[in-house]
């Protein structure tokens, strides 16, 4: 009788480790295929910052052109970016203060 019940425990075992590798398997699959992806993502992304830089210095060269300071533009195209994040995270943490403020008034009646 304990060798029956044994050779089932055995089986069962098996049968677990068996199935484990399967899963083991198709994450390999899936993990060699992200890396696959972000492969080719990274790629792209050097591609089109090539591109990117590519574009931005033939449009400097036409702002020379046409008399243009494209660099004063550009600067100042960062300082109006940097100012409209500096607003959204002002205008967020305001957000979160007044929530919070909101949330924990509670009278008691």
Known sequence: MGLGSTAKKIQ???ERAEAMYKQVQKLQERIISLEEEMDDTHDTVNRIDHQLT?????LLAIAEEQGIDGEEILAQAAIDEAELEDA?????????ESASADGGETTAE
């Open 54 to 58: 590519e574009q931005r210095a033939l």
């Open 88 to 96: 959204d995270d002002e205008s967020e943490a305001t957000d979160g």
């Open 12 to 14: 069962g075992l098996s």
